[in-house]
């Protein structure tokens, strides 16, 4: 019914950077929260960044700074720009996103596939 693409992983060198895209498509109305997650091996998965309606922004403290997260109502879309991206970045990273799909309706919670990013040189 609604899927989550997300793209733009890759593998990139210390101090470079990345852009994200994660695309909503399917039955939608709106989508109140859109957020990124991304876990890494052996580790737990870990909230980056939320972005909410009326554009309010959070942030994992180990971001802050580097990476943003904006987003495209109109395309259902939500970026997340990496910037000087270090080795401890390497993980999958995944977006979610609370959906609405009428008036009325409660939000549900779905998520994308996820897309590896690694940091090496």
């Known amino acids: 019914q609604v899927q989550l693409v997300e793209s733009g992983g890759g593998l990139v060198q210390p101090g470079g950077s990345l852009r994200l895209s994660c695309v909503a498509s399917?039955?939608?109305?709106?989508?109140?929260?859109m957020k990124w997650y991304r876990q890494a091996p052996g580790k737990e998965r870990e909230l980056v960044a939320v972005?909410?309606?009326?554009?309010?922004?959070t942030y994992a403290d180990s971001v802050k700074g580097r990476f943003t997260i904006s987003r495209d109502d109109a395309k259902n879309t939500v970026y997340l720009q990496m910037n000087s991206l270090n080795p401890e970045d390497t993980a999958d990273y995944y977006c979610?996103?609370?959906?609405?799909?009428?008036?009325?309706?409660?939000?549900?919670?779905?998520w994308g596939q996820g897309t590896q990013v690694t940091v090496s040189s």
């Open positions: 979610a996103a609370d959906i609405v799909h009428c008036r009325g309706c409660v939000p549900y919670d779905y």
């Open positions: 972005s909410a309606s009326g554009r309010a922004t």
């Open positions: 399917g039955a939608i109305l709106t989508i109140p929260v």
